[in-house]
Structures are given as C-alpha cells and as structure tokens.
C-alpha cells in the first residue's frame, strides 16, 4: 500500500509560479511511475505529467508542455511539479498518482493505482 500526500497549492498569479510536491510512504517508490492528474471544476480528470521510476524519463500533456516540469527524488520518496508561466485554465485540483508499472505505460486516470487527496492551486488573471 503507498499513501501519497500532496503539498504546495496555493493562489498565484497569471504568469506566476508553484512548485507542488507529493511525498508517499512506503520502501519501493523507485518502482512506480508517478503522475501528475488536474480536475478543475465540472470537467473531467486529465493528465498532466508522468515520470519513469527508474530511467526518470518524463511525459507531459500537450497544454503544459514548456512550462510544467516534473521530477522525483527517490532518495526523499517525493515527486515534484515545477508549474511556471501559470494561467488561469491551470486553475485545478492537482493530484499525484502512482502507478506501479515504472515506467510510463498509461497516462488513463483509471489505470493507476494509488492516489492522492490533491491540493488545490488557484490562477488568477
């Protein structure tokens, strides 16, 4: 079992930045692929950036991509979300996931395996 506890949100401005982290339990988090998800209000799930457990290999949705930067200390068991030139479509729940292949094989929210509570981060314009 891994819990996964996420910190950082916050109110920022348009063309701010946040740095979200997430910090799970448990002794094989080089094992798993992690992921960063975002549901902002009334919309679905979507997936926001995903990184190898071993190789540290990352993925990013097309919408963040240049500006978000992912990555992991597995010596902290902690995964990172460097969030910078924000907007206010960024504004969402943020959530870190785990998916216990270790590497990226499916950015589906269905398909992971552990979550979660999300912090909440707020652009405004």
């Known amino acids: 079992q891994v819990q996964l506890v996420e910190s950082g949100g916050g109110l920022v401005q348009a063309g701010g930045s946040l740095r979200l982290s997430c910090a799970a339990s448990g002794r094989t988090f080089s094992t798993y692929a992690m992921m960063w998800f975002r549901q902002a209000p009334g919309k679905e799930r979507e997936f926001v950036a995903a990184i190898n457990g071993n190789n540290g290999n990352t993925y990013y949705a097309d919408s963040v991509k240049g500006r978000f930067t992912i990555s992991r200390d597995n010596a902290k068991n902690t995964v990172y979300l460097q969030m910078n030139s924000l907007k206010p479509e960024d504004t969402a729940v943020y959530y870190c996931?785990?998916?216990?292949?270790?590497?990226?094989?499916?950015?589906?929210?269905?398909?992971?395996?552990?979550w979660g509570k999300g912090t909440l981060v707020t652009v405004s314009s």
């Open positions: 996931a785990a998916d216990r292949s270790t590497v990226v094989v499916t950015t589906q929210a269905s398909r992971m395996d552990y």
